[in-house]
C-alpha cells in the first residue's frame, strides 16, 4: 500500500478514536493516537494475512498480540479497517452486550483478538507461546507484539525477554512503544526504565530503533528492517520512539490524556485536526 | 461393605509422569512445560521420547503460564508442570487472563500439593488452591486420589476442551484404584462424575485426593462400630456431582467432607453449597482451619492437622448424632 493510503487510514482512525471515547466517556486515547500509524502500517502493509474467516490458531499468516490492552480503541478500528468485522460495531465500543470490551478479549469471540489482555506484562510469554508453536508446526510466519514502555516495569517481561534470546525464538518482534509516559506521569519520574537499548541487547536480543514512530514512511521501513533481521537466531526489539496523542494538538507531549476522554468541544476540535477520509462509522 | 486393599504403592505424581508419557506416544499435539522441576513433576519419560514437545522454562511461572497460553494458538494442547504453590498462588493473574478469561486449553498440573509435601514447610505446603482454582469462571478442577487415578485423569483432560487444574502430591500413597487401560477405554476417567467407594446407610463421607483412603479407612472402622458409611471419591471439585452427592445424602442424611485443603474455599464449601440450596444437610468439614502448615512428615503432618481416618471416624459421629 502506499504511504500516502496508509496515511489516509490513520486520519480515519485518529477520528474513530476519538468518537469511540467521547461517546463513553471513558477509555485510552492518548497510547491510542500514538500507536496509530504502527498499528495501520501492520495491519496493511507489514504483516502477512490470510483473507476469509478469522481462524484462532493463525496457521501460516502472521500473529499480533496487544499486550498493552488499554490501547483497544486504536486495535479495534484497525482491525475494523481490515475487514475483521464492521466498521459500525465501532459504535458499541464499551457499551453493555459489545463484543468491544474496555480491555480485548476472546471471550466475547470478536475476530482479530486471540488474547485477552488488560493486566499489563503478559503479551511477551503469550507471543513467544505462539511463536514457539509455528516453529513446532513448521510455520515460518512471525509473531509480533506492542508493549507499552512503562508497562516494562512488570517483572513478568524480563522473565519472557531471558526465554526469548535464550531459547532463539527469532520468530518475533516486540515493538515497545516508546513514549516517556505512563499515567501518574514521565517514565523518567515513575520508574526510569534505565537504557532500554543495553538491557535488551544484554539479554541477547536484536535492537533497532524507530525514530520517528508517527512518521508512516519510518514506521513502514523500520518493520520492514526489523522483518529482515528474522530468523537469524536471535528476538528482535523495536523501540519506537513516539508521541502520545499523536495528531491532536492539545493532547500530544503529555501523559494527561492517557486515560481520559475528550469532551464535546475538545471532540470537534480534535476532528477537525483530522480529516474524514474513508467515511465516519 | 466393599473392602478396598493393596498391592502395591506409588506417588501420585508418578501416575502424572505415567499418563503424560503415554500421552506423548498417542497424541502429537501435546506439549509439556516444566519450570525447573522436572524430576519432582516426573516427566523424564515424556522428555526423552518426545524432546522437541518439551519446554524448559526455567524458574519463571509466570512466563510459563503465559507460554502455554500461546501455545494452544497453534493448536497445541500444553500441560504445564511444577509445584502446586507455584501452579496457582504464584501465577493467579497470568492464569486468570490469559488462560481462563482467554478461553485457553491449558492443562495446568500440580504436583505437591497440601500438609502431605512435608518436611518443606509452608512456604510450599498451598492449602488454598482448590479455593483460588475453582473461583475461576470455566476452570475443571481435579484432585485425584492415587497413582491409577492420576494417571487416568492425566489422560482424560487432554481429551476434554478448556483449562483444567490437575492437583496431585507428593507421598507415596496405596493404589486401591483400577488401572485405566486403554483396551475399550477400561476404567476411563470421567471428569465431573462421583464415584461410589462404598455403599451405606448412616453417613456420607465425600472426600478427595489423599483423603480417599483415609475415608476409606474410617469406613472400615465405622463398621466395626456398627456405622454404615457410604464414600464418595470426588476426584473432580468443579465441576461437582450434585446429583452423585444429593442421591447419596437423600439416603443417609448426613455428610463428612474430606480434603487436604483449608476449610474455607475448599471441597466442603462446594458440597455445604449444593446441599443449603436442595437438601440443608448436617456436615462436618475436614480440613485445615485457616491454618498454614509447617515442616513434618506427612504422617506426622496429617495427625497434627486432623486430616487421617481417625479424625474421619469422630466427624461421622459427631455428625450423625446431629441428625
Known amino acids: 500500500m502506499e504511504i500516502k493510503e496508509l496515511e489516509n487510514i490513520v486520519f480515519q482512525t485518529r477520528r474513530d478514536i476519538l468518537r469511540m471515547v467521547h461517546k463513553v466517556n471513558s477509555g485510552h486515547p492518548g497510547g491510542s493516537l500514538g500507536c496509530t500509524e504502527f498499528l495501520v502500517a501492520l495491519y496493511n502493509e507489514v504483516m502477512e494475512l490470510k483473507e476469509g474467516d478469522f481462524d484462532m490458531d493463525g496457521t501460516n499468516e502472521d500473529l499480533f498480540f496487544l499486550s498493552n490492552g488499554h490501547i483497544s480503541p486504536v486495535f479495534y478500528s484497525v482491525l475494523a479497517h481490515r475487514g475483521y468485522f464492521s466498521k459500525e460495531e465501532l459504535g458499541t465500543f464499551r457499551l453493555l452486550n459489545s463484543r468491544l470490551q474496555g480491555h480485548p478479549t476472546t471471550h466475547e469471540g470478536l475476530p482479530g483478538v486471540r488474547m485477552a489482555s488488560g493486566s499489563l506484562g503478559q503479551g511477551l510469554s503469550v507471543a513467544l507461546g505462539a511463536a514457539q508453536a509455528k516453529k513446532l508446526n513448521g510455520d515460518n510466519n512471525l509473531v509480533y507484539t506492542l508493549h507499552g514502555d512503562g508497562e516494562l516495569q512488570e517483572g513478568q517481561n524480563w522473565e519472557a525477554i531471558m526465554y526469548a534470546a535464550g531459547k532463539n525464538v527469532d520468530n518475533l518482534i516486540a515493538t515497545i512503544d516508546f513514549n516517556g509516559q505512563q499515567i501518574d506521569g514521565p517514565t523518567s519520574e515513575v520508574l526510569p526504565l534505565g537504557d532500554l537499548e543495553a538491557k535488551f541487547k544484554a539479554f541477547g536480543w536484536d535492537v533497532l530503533h524507530i525514530k520517528e514512530g508517527n512518521n508512516m514512511e519510518a514506521v513502514v521501513n523500520g518493520l520492514n528492517e526489523a522483518k529482515a533481521r528474522t530468523g537469524k537466531g536471535k528476538p528482535v526489539c523495536v523501540l519506537m520512539h513516539t508521541i502520545m496523542g499523536n495528531g491532536v494538538d492539545f493532547m500530544m507531549h503529555t501523559h494527561a490524556w492517557h486515560g481520559k476522554a475528550p469532551n464535546d468541544e475538545q471532540l470537534a476540535n480534535g476532528l477537525a485536526q483530522n480529516p474524514e477520509t474513508l467515511g465516519d462509522y | ?323
Not at chain 2, 32 to 51: R, V
Not at chain 2, 120 to 148: F, R, S
Request: glycine share 10%; aromatic share 6%.
Open chain 2, 1 to 323: 461393605m466393599k473392602k478396598y486393599t493393596y498391592t502395591e504403592s506409588k506417588d501420585t505424581r508418578s501416575g502424572f509422569g505415567a499418563g503424560l508419557a503415554e500421552l506423548g506416544r498417542t497424541n502429537p499435539n501435546v506439549v509439556a512445560l516444566c519450570a525447573d522441576l522436572i524430576g519432582s513433576l516426573k516427566m523424564e519419560k515424556f522428555i526423552e521420547e518426545n524432546p522437541n514437545r518439551f519446554f524448559q522454562i526455567g524458574i519463571a511461572e509466570a512466563n510459563m503460564i503465559g507460554i502455554a497460553a500461546g501455545m494452544t494458538v497453534g493448536g497445541k494442547i500444553p500441560f504445564t508442570g511444577t509445584f502446586a504453590n507455584f501452579s496457582t498462588g504464584r501465577v493467579y493473574d497470568q492464569i486468570r487472563q490469559s488462560v481462563a478469561y482467554s478461553d485457553k486449553n491449558v492443562k495446568i498440573c500440580a504436583s505437591h500439593a497440601g500438609l502431605t509435601l512435608g518436611e518443606d514447610g509452608a512456604t510450599h505446603q498451598i492449602l488454598e488452591d482448590i479455593g483460588l482454582m475453582k473461583m475461576l469462571p470455566g476452570m475443571t478442577v481435579i484432585n485425584t486420589c492415587d497413582y491409577n487415578q492420576t494417571e487416568a485423569a492425566t489422560i482424560a483432560i487432554a481429551e476434554h476442551e478448556g483449562p483444567v487444574y490437575l492437583r496431585f502430591g507428593r507421598p507415596v500413597m496405596p493404589i486401591f484404584m483400577p488401572k485405566y487401560t486403554d483396551v475399550n477405554n477400561e476404567n476411563k476417567f470421567e471428569i465431573g462424575k462421583a464415584i461410589q467407594m462404598t455403599e451405606g446407610t448412616d453417613v456420607t463421607i465425600v472426600a478427595t485426593g489423599h483423603l480417599v483412603w483415609e475415608a476409606l479407612q474410617a469406613s472400615e472402622k465405622l463398621e466395626e462400630m456398627g456405622i454404615s458409611a457410604e464414600v464418595i471419591n470426588i476426584h473432580t471439585i468443579k465441576p461437582l456431582d450434585d446429583a452423585a452427592i444429593l442421591k447419596s445424602v437423600a439416603k443417609t442424611g448426613c455428610v463428612v467432607t474430606a480434603e487436604e485443603h483449608n476449610v474455607l474455599g475448599g471441597l466442603g464449601e462446594s458440597v455445604a453449597r449444593v446441599l443449603a440450596e436442595n437438601n440443608p444437610t448436617p456436615q462436618e468439614f475436614i480440613g485445615t482451619n485457616d491454618t498454614f502448615g509447617e515442616s513434618g512428615t506427612p504422617a506426622q503432618l496429617m495427625e497434627k492437622y486432623g486430616l487421617n481416618a481417625e479424625s474421619i471416624v469422630k466427624a461421622s459421629k459427631k455428625v450423625i448424632a446431629r441428625k
